[in-house]
């Protein structure tokens, strides 16, 4: 089936640095989402892509949908400590409808103080 | 406006026992989905309904099962627990309208010991 390998799988990072991770398919996809869980919550939409080679901004986060629909990154800018949680990319699932999402495995974000 | 609400937050079940998980969806929201979500294998999705029809399903036997209401709540249920079912699982809604996004609900944790 669709795998989605996301990276990098954790990231240790100072207050203020600019953080950047990827997500790359075996498939090609229509739509890229990108998505933040805290802990103990559900995940929550941040970006979603939906054309190749769209640049999409929400705040400090830029998202890119690659121009292979094969894959797709996440920046965020100027990290602040809420910015602390897991990420995680999401496409269209392969079985079809409207709903259904595969999800990368998810890069752990942490600010060291 | 109510966010999705999942019942109950926590639960633990002995193997070999049977579990229900409850979901209210976002009012107005008719397309309800669920995913399980493991250390190990990440987010996964099980099935999505819309206007009480199973309209998508994923690659999990068929122990896993669900339904929803004509008022669009619904309800997953695990048959003969398995240790390897102890997951947080997650349900979210959407409108149903196309692109809409997926709103999570914060998730039932289930433990089977």
């Known amino acids: 089936g669709q795998q989605l390998n996301q990276s990098p799988q954790s990231m240790f990072i100072q207050e203020g640095e600019d953080v950047s991770m990827n997500c790359t398919s075996s498939?090609?996809?229509?739509?890229w989402l990108w998505y933040k869980q805290d802990p103990g919550e559900g995940p929550v939409l941040l970006i979603a892509l939906y054309k190749a080679g769209e640049l999409t901004s929400n705040g400090r986060l830029t998202a890119q949908f690659g121009i292979t629909r094969k894959d797709s990154f996440l920046n965020i800018s100027a990290s602040i400590p809420s910015d602390v949680g897991i990420y995680f990319c999401?496409?269209?699932?392969?079985?079809?409808?409207?709903?259904?999402?595969?999800f990368g495995k998810g890069t752990h974000l942490i600010i060291q103080p | 406006k109510a966010g999705v609400t999942q019942t109950p937050r926590y639960l633990i079940k002995t193997r070999g026992q049977q579990v229900t998980l409850s979901c209210s969806p976002i009012?107005?929201?008719?397309?309800v989905s669920w995913y399980q979500q493991t250390p190990g294998q990440g987010l996964q999705f099980l099935f999505e309904y819309f206007s009480e029809t199973q309209r998508n399903k994923g690659n999990f036997p068929g122990r896993f099962s669900g339904r929803q209401f004509s008022n669009s709540r619904s309800e997953m249920n695990v048959s003969t627990l398995e240790l390897g079912d102890s997951a947080l699982y997650l349900c979210a809604s959407r409108s149903g309208t196309m692109g809409s996004p997926l709103h999570f609900g914060n998730g039932t944790r289930l433990t089977v010991t």
């Open positions: 498939s090609i996809f229509n739509t």
């Open positions: 009012s107005g929201h008719r397309s």
């Open positions: 999401a496409g269209p699932y392969s079985g079809g409808g409207a709903d259904g999402l595969t």
